[in-house]
C-alpha cells in the first residue's frame, strides 16, 4: 500500500479540497468580469515547501570514476548484450523447433494415411485376383488352363536403323542409356 493511499485514508478530508504542491495550478480571477469563453485561464507555479528538502547531488563525472567501477560498468554493458543475443538466439532455436516438429508430425500422418491406403490397395488387388481366379475355375466362362502347346511365341521386329544426323550439329557419339550416379 503506497504512503499517499494511506495517509490518504488517515485523513477524513474529502479527496477534492486536497491540492498537490507538485503541479501548477490555475490563478483564480477575484474581479467578476466577463471572460471570453475561448480563452484559457493562466497558469502560475505553485512554490515547492523548502522545509525538509534535501539538496540534489549529481553524480560524478564518467571519468572520474575509479577503474574498477568503469570495468564493472563495461561488464555490465557487455553481459547485456549477450544476454539479449543468447535470448534472441534462443527464442530462434525454439520456433524452429516447434515449425520442424509440426511438420514432421504432418508429413508422419501423411505417411501413415499413405501406409493405410497401401494395405487398403493390397488387400482389395488380392481380392480381385481371389475373384477372378474362382471365376476362371467355373465351367462355362470360356477360360482354357495354360498348357505348353497353348503357349504363343511371338517373333520379334526387325532392328532399325536410327541414325539420323542434321547436317549443323557435330557428330557426337551417342551414351549409353544407364544412370549417371550410383
Do not use: C
Request: no cysteine; aromatic share 6%; charged share 20%.
Amino acid at each position: 500500500m503506497s504512503t499517499a493511499f494511506r495517509s490518504a485514508s488517515r485523513s477524513r478530508r474529502p479527496p477534492s479540497t486536497h491540492r498537490s504542491p507538485l503541479y501548477p495550478v490555475p490563478a483564480r480571477q477575484k474581479s467578476v468580469r466577463s471572460v471570453p469563453k475561448d480563452s484559457k485561464p493562466t497558469l502560475r507555479p505553485v512554490p515547492l515547501p523548502t522545509s525538509g528538502a534535501k539538496a540534489v547531488r549529481r553524480l560524478p563525472a564518467p571519468r572520474s570514476l575509479p577503474l574498477w567501477l568503469r570495468l564493472l560498468i563495461q561488464a555490465q554493458r557487455g553481459s547485456l548484450v549477450i544476454a539479449f543475443i543468447l535470448v534472441t538466439a534462443t527464442l530462434i532455436v525454439y520456433g524452429s523447433t516447434v515449425y520442424t516438429q509440426q511438420l514432421w508430425s504432418k508429413e508422419y500422418r501423411k505417411l501413415k494415411t499413405l501406409q493405410r491406403n497401401e494395405r487398403e490397395m493390397i488387400a482389395t488387388s488380392a481380392s480381385l485376383e481371389n475373384q477372378l481366379a474362382l471365376q476362371a475355375e467355373r465351367p462355362g466362362s470360356g477360360l482354357v488352363p495354360q498348357t505348353p502347346d497353348s503357349t504363343i511365341f511371338l517373333q520379334p521386329a526387325p532392328q532399325r536403323q536410327t541414325s539420323l544426323v542434321s547436317p549443323n550439329v557435330p557428330n557426337v557419339e551417342a551414351s549409353p542409356n544407364t544412370p549417371l550416379g550410383y
